[in-house]
């Protein structure tokens, strides 16, 4: 079940407090089109003012009407062309008032796009900034979830409410010297009559809010099932292990919880309306009998009758406008508090680091590594010691959970030491720049990326300064041993993979490993190259032939390879078995053998095997 809205520190402060957001969401506007909003505040100047303008010429009109009906003839005429020509004003006004509205409207359709990718866009570009724990906390995961289904829309809305309210306050200060005439006290009545659907509105826009919040979590379970249900990569074992009832009845599930708050909340804040309204509308009809009455005891003129009719009807739709808007404000600023929590989120300060160690061809270090993933108890490695140098190859073995793959994070800085420290060439990881340090890194996970791009894309992908460098594909292709079927493609490089655009050509599981394995190849300034279970696809020669290759041209690089079959780690210089994070043995494939140890045991059940 989800549970039930609370108090929270951060959503339950006053309006005043909540609104600090407002200024942000207009520099944001002012930052997307700076044009567009000096017109879109030109437009809402003309349509504020002019409704009061309509008003009184709809009184001249009525005034002239009235005078021609009680006057001779020579007289008539001069009224009834007056008449006409406040007709006429009144035409150029309702003309004008309807080109400033189609104006905002087409100024606020085109901002709402810009807004849109402009915010997108600081919410990918934080991304980048974030370390992977970030997208491994499911909470943070949530805070972007929730960045991403609304924020995106919410900027360009406070601000078009800040404008409705410039505009219903210059229409209600126009509206307030005419009906001042009246009486003052009509304009004490005109504004309290709002007031009532005011405090529904705020009140019910703070429940939606938290609903929204505290319902992250099961709107993420509800995407995550849809993709199960509906991708490509996961409708196989969907179908073949006939999952597809169960996770429709659990997505119907959540739906259900979810659309029963939905409901209501909506029934409660459309019953609330109704009765405040009630209030708000008897207000509205008592004025129009005064003004009525007034009219019938001679106090006011029909003229004048039609328009404080007008005048106060409209009054109040600007007060009513104006108070939903500020309670619309407070809603919007609580669902930009996401956007900027989640762009506000701390990150590792980046600083400009050196681009060489004090010690050239010294390699890589690992000198009494530890490492705890966040909110674990336990370490997922512990005090680990290495030493790869410059055109030495290092395997490394073990179960899975042992450790092997967190070590590879930590050299490429996707995490950091819990303790110890990890030198390149003499110098810690963290004092490197960054860019220089990922340029000489080739890597390819186990959980590599089958990008829908073509060919080509897929393997320029391993060296962003020579993405679409055709030559450096075919190289990176030949070295990665994955030319034998590109070449047998329809339209070699320039073929579409993967089946999610048109004409896409999906691989085999060893193809994409050989694309995966070019992609590594494809930077060639990388003297490290890590290989991550990098042939779990592939049958047994094919991956005999990888590892031949790999060797030949890795002769002046450090390599690190991971894999489960010891055929292949044999040809290392040096092999290290890792159990519960800790080195337990370390040594050639021989000295590991002679010592008839975990290695050994495991080697011989695997070479078991293939006899």
């Known amino acids: ?47 504020g003012i002019l409704p009061a303008a309509m008003a009184y010429v709809g009184q001249l009109i009525v005034d002239a009407v009235m005078s021609a009906m009680h006057t001779y003839k020579e007289s008539q005429i001069i009224h009834y062309q007056a008449a006409f020509n406040y007709v006429l004003l009144e035409g150029v006004l309702v003309l004008t008032i309807a080109g400033a509205q189609r104006s905002i409207t087409a100024q606020q359709a085109i901002l709402r796009t810009l807004l849109g ?15 992977l724990a970030h997208f491994e906390d499911s909470e943070f995961y949530d805070k972007l ?17 800040t404008f409705s309210i410039i505009q219903n306050t210059i229409s209600l200060a126009s509206f307030a010297v005419l009906l001042w005439q009246f009486s003052p006290w009509a304009l004490l009545i005109l504004i309290l009559g709002a007031f009532p659907s005011f405090i529904a509105e705020a009140k019910f826009s703070s429940d939606a809010f938290m609903m929204f919040r505290w319902r992250s979590p099961e709107v993420r379970q509800q995407n995550y099932l849809e993709t199960l249900l509906a991708r490509e990569d996961n409708i196989k074992e969907v179908r073949l292990y006939q999952l597809g009832e169960r996770f429709l009845k659990q997505y119907g599930s959540i739906f259900a919880v979810l659309f029963k708050e939905t ?32 009219t019938i005891i001679g106090a006011i003129s029909l003229g004048q009758m039609t328009m404080y009719l007008l005048l106060f009807k409209q009054g109040q739709g600007s007060v009513s406008a104006s108070l939903t808007a500020i309670s619309g404000m407070y809603e919007d600023n609580l669902y930009l508090s996401n956007l900027y929590e989640y762009l506000e989120q701390p990150t590792n300060q980046r600083y400009q680091g ?169 930077r060639k300034s990388a003297d490290i190259l890590v290989l991550d279970e990098p042939t779990a696809a592939m049958d047994a020669q094919a991956e005999a032939s990888i590892f031949q290759h790999f060797q030949e041209h890795t002769k002046n690089k450090m390599a690190i390879l991971i894999s489960h079959r010891f055929s292949t780690v044999r040809l290392a210089n040096e092999i290290i078995l890792i159990e519960h994070g800790q080195i337990k043995e370390r040594g050639t494939h021989q000295s590991l053998l002679e010592q008839q140890g975990r290695y050994a045991h495991l080697f011989t059940l695997q070479a078991q095997g293939y006899q």
């Open 145 to 161: 979830v929730r960045a991403r289904r609304e924020a995106s829309s919410r900027p360009l809305a406070l601000v078009n409410k």
């Open 117 to 131: 990718q402009k915010v997108n866009m600081l919410i990918l570009e934080k991304a980048q900034t974030l370390t």
């Open 1 to 47: 079940m989800i549970p039930a809205a609370k108090p929270n520190n951060n959503v339950d402060k006053n309006m005043l407090g909540v609104f600090r957001y407002s200024q942000r969401a207009i520099e944001l506007v002012w930052q997307t089109s700076p044009a567009l909003t000096i017109g879109l505040a030109i437009a809402t100047l003309i349509a």
């Open 263 to 294: 409901r209501q909340l909506i029934l409660r804040r459309e019953t609330w309306g109704f009765v405040l309204g009630i209030i708000s509308t008897l207000v509205f009809y008592g004025a129009y009998a005064w003004i009525v009455s007034d």
């Open 354 to 522: 050196l681009q060489a160690g004090p010690t050239p061809n010294d390699g890589i270090r690992f000198e009494n590594v530890s490492f705890q993933y966040p909110g674990s108890h336990q370490f997922a490695l512990l005090n680990i010691n290495l030493h790869i140098r410059p055109g030495h190859s290092l395997a490394i073995v073990g179960e899975n959970g042992s450790g092997k793959t967190t070590l590879i994070k930590l050299l490429t800085r996707l995490y950091e030491p819990s303790k110890g420290r990890i030198l390149l060439d003499g110098l810690d990881l963290n004092q490197w720049d960054e860019a220089t340090l990922l340029q000489r890194i080739g890597v390819i996970f186990q959980d590599f990326v089958r990008y829908q791009f073509t060919v080509g894309e897929n393997i320029g992908a391993g060296d962003n300064e020579h993405f679409n460098n055709e030559t450096g594909w075919q190289m990176a292709a030949e070295l990665g041993k994955a030319t034998d079927f590109i070449n047998q493609l329809d339209k070699g490089y320039q073929t579409q993979l993967g089946r999610w655009f048109k004409d896409g050509q999906e691989l085999s599981g060893g193809q994409w490993q050989k694309i995966a394995l070019a992609r590594a190849f494809m």
